[in-house]
Nanobody
Framework: QVQLVESGGGLVQAGGSLRLSCTTSGLRFGAYAMGWFRQAPGKEREGVSCINWAGGITYYSDSVKGRFTISRDNAKNTLYLQLNSLQPEDMAIYYC????????????????????WGQGTQVTISS
């Protein structure tokens, strides 16, 4: 059974930082691209970032580029997202997801490219 469990969310002041983790089990983690998504209240889920199977290719949404960093440790079956310079508009539930293959591609931000999802972790920003 595939499981993805996010952690590291919480309450942080604007301008602060958080590091999200996504631990996985039941998945050949090193074979798949991984993504981070987020969903704010009243909004659709949006793609935040994607990293290919080896960690050498990454994609970011324009809204987080330069502030967030995605990484992975295949030996630990864990995905990370470093969130810096957080702003109120970053407040959302953050989800990790495993893609159907090892590449992100130009369509990395589409939900349908991912086969497994975590339950999410809440990130709250105080201004």
């Amino acid at each position: 059974q595939v499981q993805l469990v996010e952690s590291g969310g919480g309450l942080v002041q604007a301008g602060g930082s958080l590091r999200l983790s996504c631990t996985t089990s039941g998945l050949r983690f090193g074979a798949y691209a991984m993504g981070w998504f987020r969903q704010a209240p009243g909004k659709e889920r949006e793609g935040v970032s994607c990293i290919n199977w080896a960690g050498g290719i990454t994609y970011y949404s324009d809204s987080v580029k330069g502030r967030f960093t995605i990484s992975r440790d295949n030996a630990k079956n864990t995905l990370y997202l470093q969130l810096n310079s957080l702003q109120p508009e970053d407040m959302a539930i953050y989800y990790c997801a495993a893609a159907f293959n090892g590449s992100c591609s130009e369509s990395w931000s589409r939900d349908g490219r991912y086969k497994s999802w975590g339950q999410g972790t809440q990130v709250t920003i105080s201004s």
